[in-house]
Nanobody, 127 residues
Framework: QVQVEESGGGLVQPGGSLRLSCAVA????????MAWFRQVPGREREFVAI????????VYADSVKGRFTISRDNTKRTVDLQMNSLKTEDTAVYSC????????????????????WGQGTQVTVSS
């Protein structure tokens, strides 16, 4: 069984920063492509960013490019999402996801590409 758990959400003012962390247990971590998604009520889950198993490839949604940075530590089995210059529209539940398969640029934005999900952590950007 694989456990995925997020932490680090909270309330922040527009223009502020927040760092999310995701811990994974139960599988060879370096074989997993790791991603962050976000969701607001009434809307579909939205791809935010992904990092390959070795950490040499990253892809970002256009809406967060230049503001968010995804990173991983395969020794600690963690994936972080550093979020800077936050906007009110970044408010959402952020979920960490793991794909136990080859990195495939054609599928990384699709929910069904991922095998394991965390419960999510709330990020609220408000003044």
């Amino acid at each position: 069984q694989v456990q995925v758990e997020e932490s680090g959400g909270g309330l922040v003012q527009p223009g502020g920063s927040l760092r999310l962390s995701c811990a994974v247990a139960g599988r060879t971590f370096s074989n997993c492509q790791m991603a962050w998604f976000r969701q607001v009520p009434g809307r579909e889950r939205e791809f935010v960013a992904i990092i390959s198993g070795s950490g040499d490839r990253t892809v970002y949604a256009d809406s967060v490019k230049g503001r968010f940075t995804i990173s991983r530590d395969n020794t600690k089995r963690t994936v972080d999402l550093q979020m800077n210059s936050l906007k009110t529209e970044d408010t959402a539940v952020y979920s960490c996801a793991a794909a136990a398969r080859w990195f495939n640029i054609n599928y990384i934005t699709r929910v069904e590409y991922y095998d394991y999900w965390g419960q999510g952590t709330q990020v609220t950007v408000s003044s």
